[in-house]
């Protein structure tokens, strides 16, 4: 069974930056896509940034330029580096890996808050 735990969320100024991390064990990890979401109250949970098994990635369009993902295979370990922080942040953040139809291939993790809040 893949166990997701998510990391680094915390309260931050807006213009701030933090870095989560999520740690996935019971997987080949290494052969995954993997990605970080997120889901804000009252809204559906989204897919924010991926990234491939060879590093590859891609941005929804109200992060690019902003969170730059990245992963550790040896680590089982992804990353989502999160600058220039806005309210329009903050959010629940869940990593997880997604299928080709729009779902995904682990149960979900905890997550992590991120308050974006001056």
């Known amino acids: 069974q893949v166990q997701l735990v998510e990391s680094g969320g915390g309260l931050v100024q807006p213009g701030g930056s933090l870095r989560l991390s999520c740690a996935a064990s019971g997987t080949i990890f290494s052969i995954y896509h993997v990605g970080w979401y997120r889901q804000a109250p009252g809204k559906p949970r989204s897919l924010v940034a991926s990234i491939t098994s060879d590093g590859r990635t891609n941005y929804a369009i109200p992060v690019k330029g902003r969170f730059a993902i990245s992963r550790d295979n040896a680590k089982n370990t992804v990353y989502l580096q999160m600058n220039s922080l806005s309210p329009e942040d903050t959010a629940v953040y869940y990593c997880?890996?997604?299928?080709?139809?729009?779902?995904?291939?682990?149960?979900w993790g905890q997550g992590t808050q991120v308050t974006v809040s001056s």
């Open positions: 997880n890996a997604p299928t080709d139809d729009g779902g995904t291939f682990w149960d």
